[in-house]
């Protein structure tokens, strides 16, 4: 009678692993909105001057629904391996944007433009950091857009 209890609870753990292993890992993991919580949103504005720009310009619902158009962003790995996408995300934004302060570069005195037959700058156009990526330079504008979809 023991050989069977042993050999049922075997199976039942067997079983327990094979299911585990079938469900997708997106689905055991936490949502970026619940780990992008109001008080971590505002944690970063609050290190940033009062009178800064970006102070109302970054907001958490914008950042939550531009999350749409990017499905996959912290949800493909484990729940640590999310964590990390999000924590690295917000390193660089933070870091750009001296804690979503600025909106646009501070020395706008460059074009940021380099000479390219790929992306060839537009007569006129500057290419400074915008934004919380802060992307600069024709080159990135161009590769960022193809990614995007934007540029076919």
Same mark, same amino acid.
């Given at each position: 009678?023991?050989?069977?209890?042993?050999?049922?609870?075997?199976?039942?753990?067997?079983?327990?692993?094979?299911?585990?292993?079938?469900?997708?890992?997106?689905?055991?993991?936490?949502?970026?909105?619940?780990?992008?919580?109001?008080?971590?949103?505002?944690?970063?504005?609050?290190?940033?001057?009062?009178?800064?720009?970006?102070?109302?310009?970054?907001?958490?619902?914008? *950042?939550?629904?531009?999350?749409?158009?990017?499905?996959? *962003?912290?949800?493909?790995?484990?729940?640590?391996?999310?964590?990390?996408?999000?924590?690295?995300?917000?390193?660089?934004?933070?870091?750009?944007?001296?804690? *979503?302060? =600025?909106?646009?570069?501070?020395?706008?005195?460059?074009? =940021?433009?380099?000479?390219?037959?790929?992306?060839?700058?537009?007569?006129?156009?500057? =290419?400074?950091?915008?934004?919380?990526?802060?992307?600069?330079?024709?080159?990135?504008?161009?590769?960022?857009?193809?990614?995007?979809?934007?540029?076919?």
């Amino acid at each position: 009678m023991a050989s069977f209890s042993i050999k049922k609870s075997l199976l039942t753990i067997l079983l327990a692993s094979i299911l585990f292993a079938a469900v997708p890992r997106n689905v055991m993991a936490q949502s970026v909105d619940s780990i992008v919580t109001p008080q971590f949103f505002d944690s970063i504005k609050n290190n940033a001057s009062a009178t800064c720009a970006g102070k109302s310009f970054y907001i958490r619902d914008a *950042f939550l629904s531009a999350l749409n158009s990017f499905p996959n *962003f912290g949800q493909l790995g484990s729940a640590d391996d999310n964590k990390r996408e999000i924590a690295a995300f917000f390193a660089q934004i933070s870091h750009e944007t001296g804690s *979503f302060c =600025y909106t646009e570069e501070i020395d706008k005195s460059n074009t =940021y433009c380099q000479s390219s037959t790929e992306y060839p700058c537009a007569p006129a156009k500057s =290419y400074y950091g915008r934004g919380p990526l802060q992307l600069a330079w024709n080159m990135n504008y161009g590769a960022a857009g193809e990614a995007l979809g934007w540029i076919c």
